[in-house]
């Protein structure tokens, strides 16, 4: 089983900043991708930014709405990632979820989905 903890959200103006933040614990063999998603009121939930273990590397990725604006950084040895939100708009208002894929030590590897409780972000004046 993996939890993930969220912290972060609240309520700022907009063109204000926030930093998200997301760790990861429990039981897991190891930690493939980790990212953001979020979910507006009425709306569908969105990807936002995710990081992806790669035979280059990581591949990052970006929703267009917030590319330049947001920034995605993940830190694989402690499984945290955080997303650091910039020149914030009214349209960024939504509930954020953190998001990470586990691999098991199998071969090949069985890969889970995991979310966390999401934490609520509101841009307002």
């Known amino acids: 089983q993996v939890q993930l903890v969220e912290s972060g959200g609240g309520l700022v103006q907009p063109g204000g900043s926030l930093r998200l933040s997301c760790a990861a614990s429990?039981?897991?063999?190891?930690?493939?991708?980790m990212g953001w998603f979020r979910q507006a009121p009425g709306k569908q939930r969105e990807m936002v930014a995710t990081?992806?273990?790669?035979?280059?590397?990581?591949?990052?990725a970006y929703a267009e709405s917030v590319k330049g604006r947001f920034a995605i950084s993940p830190d694989i040895a402690k499984n945290t990632v955080s997303l650091h939100m910039n020149s914030l708009k009214p349209e960024d208002t939504a509930i954020y979820f953190c998001?990470?894929?586990?691999?098991?030590?199998?071969?090949?590897?069985?890969?889970?989905?995991?979310w966390g409780q999401g934490t609520q972000v509101t841009v307002s004046s």
């Open positions: 998001h990470a894929t586990s691999y098991t030590s199998d071969w090949p590897p069985k890969y889970s989905d995991h």
């Open positions: 429990g039981s897991f063999y190891g930690i493939s991708a």
């Open positions: 990081s992806q273990a790669t035979a280059r590397g990581r591949d990052t």
